[in-house]
């Protein structure tokens, strides 16, 4: 099975993956660095929860 980009999210975001992990459980996939930029991100898998929880963070942070 080939997983691809757009099914996937990255979260450059310590306080949003806090958030992610908080309101719904979901954990990440992995928590990596990026060899470019050198910045920590955490990877999840896109889901129709995610992106709940991503509205919801919007909502609270206008």
């Known amino acids: 099975m080939t997983v691809k980009n757009e099914q996937l999210f990255y979260c450059y975001s310590r ?13 990440p996939l992995t928590v990596a660095i990026n060899p470019k930029s050198k910045n920590t991100f955490s990877l999840y898998a896109k889901s129709p929860e995610l992106q709940k929880c991503l509205d919801a963070y919007k909502a609270q942070n206008k």
């Open 15 to 27: 306080v949003l993956s806090d958030f992610i992990y908080k309101e719904s459980g979901i954990v």
